[in-house]
């Protein structure tokens, strides 16, 4: 469905996004993670047709989108990051006036405005000035153009920004009830909501791709799960003990203030099945170096931990 290759974007000499390649099939729905500054919505804005890349193609449903025809533009649904809106406008007029610009007939374009204020559950504000609206109702009449007109691709650029716990609930629900009708490229800071909605990632840092693949594939690429050990004592001493642990590799050790100001954890690859268990060894060694053993448990990797290590943090 969306094929990006070797995609580059740069503006003078500032390089904003270098050799992109990546694929989203039809039907699923791709997280598109990285810190600002990383690429993101520049990457969205080619995909949308909006800016031309400096070389790499990107095709959706095998139209190039540096030469977007009008078939092409009616299958992309497109939310930008600071989304633009009239606010002398109706919301019914701002709804009217963007199917006219996707080409939407009149009829056709009257039951699309009924049909996405009843998604984004705002039909009862369609007579409201958009100035007048909170800045949550804007986000969603915003989200409300993207979806005129049944588009097979959507592109998202941070649709939950402004909304409260339970407009965000709302709206990653109704992209969930998208998955296997529309393709979706969700670009996102709240990385619990990648983990409940999306089935692909895509990581960029500083303009690369710094990692991609499913949730599960990510999670095993990184080793699978962990063994989080928490104490209380010397950072030293807890860093060698730690030397010995099956795995190798210097272990990811953070200070927890939290828990006591001498508090100290680190995140171990979890012992491999069949083999003898480490961590009876492993406990004894640290309570004899006189360190306070607070805690050992089996810790699943979290979408966020594997973004910082992606990214280098």
């Known amino acids: 469905m969306i094929e990006v290759d070797g995609l580059t974007k740069h503006y003078g000499p500032t390089r904003s996004i270098e050799d992109l390649s990546f694929s989203v099939p039809k039907g699923d729905i791709l997280g598109f993670l ?13 995909l949308a047709g909006i800016a031309r890349p400096t070389r790499g193609s990107a095709r ?8 977007p025809s009008e078939s092409l533009r009616r299958k992309i649904g497109y939310l930008p990051e600071n989304s633009p809106f009239y606010g002398d406008m109706t919301l019914g007029g701002y709804l009217r006036f963007m199917a006219g610009v996707k080409g939407l007939p009149g009829r056709e374009a009257r039951r699309e405005m009924e049909r996405v204020t009843e998604l984004v559950n705002l039909s009862d504000v369609r007579h409201r000035l958009m100035r007048n609206l909170s800045r949550g109702m804007r986000q969603r009449a ?26 965000i609930n ?29 089935s692909r990632v895509v990581i960029i840092a500083n303009g690369r791709i710094a990692a991609q693949g499913t949730p599960e ?16 004592g010397a950072e030293g001493t807890f860093r060698e003990k730690l030397s010995g642990w099956p795995g ?23 012992p491999a099945n069949g083999n003898k268990d480490p ?7 640290l309570v004899e170096a006189g360190l306070d ?16 290590r992606a990214i280098g943090k």
Request: glycine letters at 8%.
């Open 34 to 46: 990285g810190p600002n500054g990383a690429g993101k919505s520049t990457t969205m804005r080619i």
């Open 60 to 67: 959706i449903e095998g139209e190039d989108v540096q030469q």
């Open 142 to 167: 915003c989200f409300a153009q993207a979806l005129l007109g049944s588009p097979p691709v959507l592109i998202l650029d941070e649709p939950t920004v402004g909304l409260d716990p339970s407009q």
């Open 170 to 198: 709302d709206v990653r629900r109704l992209i969930r009830s998208l998955a296997g009708e529309c393709t979706v490229i969700l670009s996102t800071h709240i990385l619990p909501e990648v983990e409940l909605v999306c």
């Open 217 to 232: 594939e990510l999670v095993s690429r990184e080793g699978g799960n962990t063994l989080a050990v928490i104490v209380r």
């Open 248 to 270: 190798g590799g210097e272990p990811a050790v953070s200070h927890r203030p939290d828990i006591a100001a001498d508090a100290w954890q680190a995140l171990l690859p979890a």
């Open 279 to 285: 961590r009876p060894e492993l406990a004894r060694g």
């Open 293 to 308: 053993l607070l805690e050992m448990r089996p810790e699943r990797l979290r979408l966020e931990d594997i973004f910082l």
